[in-house]
Nanobody
Framework: VKLEESGGGSVRTGESLTLSCVAS????????AGWYRQVPGKQRELVAH???????DYADFVRDRFTIIRVSAEKPVILQMNNLEPEDTGVYYC?????????WGQGTQVTVSS
């Protein structure tokens, strides 16, 4: 399974982006999935996780600005990001945990300028 992120880009403070994660094949079943990010100077950190229960977990820095949504078998998750801040600048990676290990995308760059 290969994952590919899209939807990144350059925006200004307060604007929005929606990141998509597309799988190379249909992922039958409901699998834990989510988004990490790598911001400059920091380790990769969890942004949002959507377990099988459907009750999402978010990092504290999200502060109700982001929403993770499970879409379809081909698009396991999207991340709606509102009110973006310069501190959100980084590379965003989606993942899906199918039990035998997590699959990761190559990342999509998000740049937020003030």
């Amino acid at each position: 399974v290969k994952l590919e992120e899209s939807g990144g880009g350059s925006v200004r403070t307060g604007e929005s982006l929606t990141l998509s994660c597309v799988a190379s094949e249909m992922l039958f079943g409901v699998w834990p999935a989510g988004w990490y990010r790598q911001v400059p100077g920091k380790q990769r950190e969890l942004v949002a996780h959507l377990p099988e229960s459907g009750i999402a977990d978010y990092a504290d820095f999200v502060r109700d600005r982001f929403t993770i949504i499970r879409v379809s078998a081909e698009k396991p998750v999207i991340l709606q990001m509102n009110n973006l801040e310069p501190e959100d600048t980084g590379v965003y990676y989606c993942y899906v945990d199918m039990g035998e290990g997590a699959y990761w995308g190559q990342g999509t760059q998000v740049t937020v300028s003030s």
